[in-house]
């Protein structure tokens, strides 16, 4: 998937919504006690949920919305309980989701990229109950596919994937299958969008990132994607099929690539 970095690819969907920012503060709730306190966080989720409604009334209500408190608590989390912190990374995310239009993603508007067989969700979950988002990095032509039709499938499969996540379970698994990479399937861009996205928009929802039989050519690219992952970059594991088959999968729920 040819993808810009998160600085650009929103630049298609311009927002005609208008922030009202009026100074915040910085308030941060001890971590310990709004982790075993429901009553401490339950309190920070109406604070934010407020603060929202009353600087940010232009953003959108509903799921994945400036009143979703299932979402406001991720963020807060995310942030370690930081009431300033979290309102911007979360007022970030809700605008980022209306301007690329998230909501209207679907199996028909992207079924054109798709049938590149580029990536998929796994219909089936590891061995930990996770979600896996499976790619196929022989599969994917910068040259050859439309940058933002590749954007729109990440996204949709992002989506997807954390639809299938069962009670209790937070996070998905992501699986790169490098075998076959070449080349002309060098999308540093990529790389670094699909690590970005998951930064800004879907915060520790990425448990751990497999790099499937990483053939010598991809190592330069890596080199130069590590430093810009930042600590997304502990998430990656390097890896082989053996390993993918042993340690993630029992027979019944293996990906059929990664079968005999």
Known sequence: MALRTCQNFASPFVSSIKLTKKP?????????????????????????KERLEKDYNSLPIGKNGRDDEDMILWFLKDRKFSLEESLAKLTKAIKWRQEFRVSELNEDSVRGIAESGKA????????????????VASKHLPAVHDPVEDEKLCVFFIEKALSKLPPGKEQILGIIDLRGFGTENADLKFLTFLFDVFYYYYPKRLAEVLFVEAPFVFKPLWKLTKPLLKSYASLVKFCSVETVRKEYFTEATMPDNFRE
């Open 120 to 135: 998929y969700v796994h219909d089936f979950l590891d061995i930990n109950e996770r979600p896996v988002l499976i790619v």
């Open 24 to 48: 915040i503060r910085n308030f941060k709730a001890p971590v310990k006690n709004c982790q075993s306190d429901p009553h401490e966080s339950r309190k920070l989720v109406l604070q934010v």
